[in-house]
């Protein structure tokens, strides 16, 4: 049962324009997000987190929205550049319970920026 | 900083064969753990340890051994290769799950196939 899910294995979003990732999950014991960002034969790198007593973390271009009510987050990426394309990997974690059981991965969505 | 190392960056083994894969950070993180990417697949969590002498299994620790004599290296062991093992295999570690803000460092992964 995947408990973190990206719907969208692809999304194609013209330069400049805004970029939309999504993300849900069904573990309501999860209190940290993060959004991981993967180029080809390279490891993740991290781009933002949120809390779970937040709605909304900013940095830069990317900002990530959370509606825990609705178990969803998302992740804006504007404007969008061509140093953008690449895996998008949103995962989960339960800190307060100790988090050292690691992160949830979904399966990632991968975004690609046209000219 | 080098951040985290691994060793090697590919790896062909047969079936039965046994292996270590090497990780090593020098950011003097206390949690380190080990993931596997396959195909289509988010990153699992297969083992992870919260300090030296501490750890623990993930989502999908069989078939494989770790352990945490110091610091700066969480060696990754494969008992007996086989082919469900093929997969890219990525060590990570942070300062603490607990204190910080769980953003996790990645190495560039190891790509391992079992034929």
């Known amino acids: 049962d995947q408990q973190v899910k990206q719907n969208s294995p692809s999304l194609s979003v013209q330069e400049g324009r805004i970029s939309i990732l999504n993300c849900d999950y069904t573990?309501?014991?999860?209190?940290?997000f993060l959004w991981y960002k993967k180029y080809p034969a390279e490891g993740p790198t991290f781009l933002i987190s949120i809390s779970s007593i937040k709605d909304k973390n900013e940095d830069g271009r990317f900002t990530v929205f959370l509606n825990k009510s609705a178990k969803h987050l998302s992740l804006h990426i504007v404007p969008s550049q061509p140093g953008d394309s690449a895996v998008y990997f949103c995962?989960?974690?339960?800190?307060?319970?100790?988090?050292?059981?690691?992160?949830?991965f979904g399966k990632g969505t991968h975004l690609i920026i046209q000219p | 900083n080098a951040g985290v190392t691994q060793t090697p960056k590919f790896q062909v083994l047969k079936t039965g064969q046994s292996m270590t894969l090497q990780c090593a950070q020098d950011m003097n993180h206390e949690y380190m753990s080990w993931y596997r990417q396959d195909p289509g697949m988010g990153l699992r969590l297969i083992h992870y340890s919260v300090g030296a002498g501490i750890t623990d299994q993930g989502e999908v620790p069989n078939g494989y051994n770790v352990s945490r004599s110091t610091t700066e290296d969480f060696p990754l062991r494969l008992l007996s290769a086989a082919p469900s093992q093929t997969s890219v295999y990525f060590c990570?570690?942070?300062?603490?799950?607990?204190?910080?803000?769980?953003?996790?460092?990645f190495g560039p992964g190891t790509r391992l196939t079992v034929t």
């Open positions: 990570a570690s942070s300062y603490s799950p607990v204190l910080s803000s769980y953003e996790q460092y």
């Open positions: 995962a989960a974690s339960a800190r307060s319970g100790g988090g050292a059981d690691g992160l949830t």
């Open positions: 573990n309501s014991m999860f209190d940290y």
